[in-house]
């Protein structure tokens, strides 16, 4: 047995047993995976993003395949903070893995009454991550990832509200990620957590019909790796807290290839719609590669490639 530490340690009270995570919205709360996929094996499991009321989400076709990737406009359906305490958080609680719970709002005060119902049920999560890739509808719909006051405004709003692990999600859809990401940073983030999906369209060349129903949507998979590489290297190069590094991450060579580019862990979103249990078999799989590096801890191989 290859004898490599493969734990990451994001901060003093939170110890991931490996590195690798499940990506929001692609794993759904964790209860609906196949027998044979043991999620207590991964490093974290990341919710799909909670909002105050449940949501139907937007109008099918919600899915089309591009290229290397998928496109979605799955429009943040889920069951709603209320139903998902009563329903998912005593499983959550009772898995042997990190569980995250992701919160996405369109307001402050949406988020900040998500994250207040949870913690008033004490629940026993890990921490928070914070999808900002969502229209702030008092700001006229434009985005709060993508301005570093409104990010830095959101994080100290909910730093406020917990001390739990918080994670902000920052979008790719952005003139400069690293500014943003030092503004997740002055407002109190334990970390950051990027890629969310890259904006991207597609259209029926023969009908003229758009192939997602609300025209564009998100852009994920192995097409989006280099764009989401590009963006922890920068960042690593900014900030201090640690980079949860996602975007078409679908092997273990893809996972090294975070790392070294700065990311503490990693998350896994697409890939899951292949195979369910990657994740687990990365985990896996891990220190024997590592080790054929001749190397011992994960952490030797975190930031490497940066000057
Ligand atoms: C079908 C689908 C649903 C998603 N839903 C969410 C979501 O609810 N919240 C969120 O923060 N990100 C969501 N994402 C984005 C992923 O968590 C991830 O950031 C992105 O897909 C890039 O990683 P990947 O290339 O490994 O999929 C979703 C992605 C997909 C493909």
Avoid: W
């Avoid at 496109?71 to 943040?76: E, K, R, T």
């Avoid at 730093?159 to 979008?171: P, Q």
């Avoid at 983030?189 to 758009?210: C, E, F, R």
Wanted: glycine content about 12%; proline content about 6%; hydrophobic content about 45%.
């Amino acid at each position: 047995m290859p004898s490599v530490d493969i734990t990451v340690r994001l901060n003093d009270q939170l110890l991931l047993q490996n590195p690798i995570l499940t990506a929001s919205g692609t794993f759904g709360y964790g209860d609906d995976v196949p027998d044979l996929v043991d999620v207590n094996r991964l490093g974290g499991l990341v919710t799909k993003s909670i909002t105050l009321h449940p949501r139907e989400g937007h109008s099918p076709p919600r899915i089309a395949e591009t290229p290397s990737g998928m496109l979605n406009a799955i429009g943040l359906a889920n069951i709603g903070v209320d139903r998902f305490c009563d329903e998912k958080l005593a499983f959550l609680a009772s898995l042997d893995t990190t569980v995250i719970v992701s919160i996405a709002g369109s307001s402050f005060a949406e988020y900040q009454e998500v994250m207040e119902i949870i913690e008033a049920r004490q629940p026993g999560i890990a921490g928070y991550e914070i999808n900002v890739s969502c229209p702030n509808v008092k700001e006229g719909g434009m985005e709060f990832g993508v301005s570093a006051q409104m990010t830095e405004g959101l994080t100290r709003t909910l730093r406020a509200l917990t001390d739990r692990y918080l994670i902000i999600k920052l979008s790719p859809n952005v003139t400069t990620i690293a500014d943003i990401a030092i503004a997740a940073e002055v407002g109190g983030a334990d970390a950051v957590s990027a890629i969310n999906t890259v904006v991207g369209m597609g259209i029926d060349p023969l009908t003229g019909k758009y192939q997602l129903s609300t025209g564009m949507g998100g852009l994920s998979g192995p097409a989006i790796r280099p764009i989401a590489l590009a963006a922890v290297f920068k960042i690593a190069q900014v900030v201090h807290i640690p980079i949860i590094g996602i975007g078409g991450i679908m092997n273990i060579e893809d996972v090294v290839m975070f790392l070294r580019a700065g990311a503490h862990a990693v998350q896994i979103g697409t890939a899951n719609y292949r195979d369910p249990g990657i994740g687990v078999h990365i985990a896996r799989d891990l220190p024997s590669y590592l080790e054929q590096l001749g190397i011992q801890q994960l952490s030797e191989v975190r930031g490497t490639a940066i000057p």
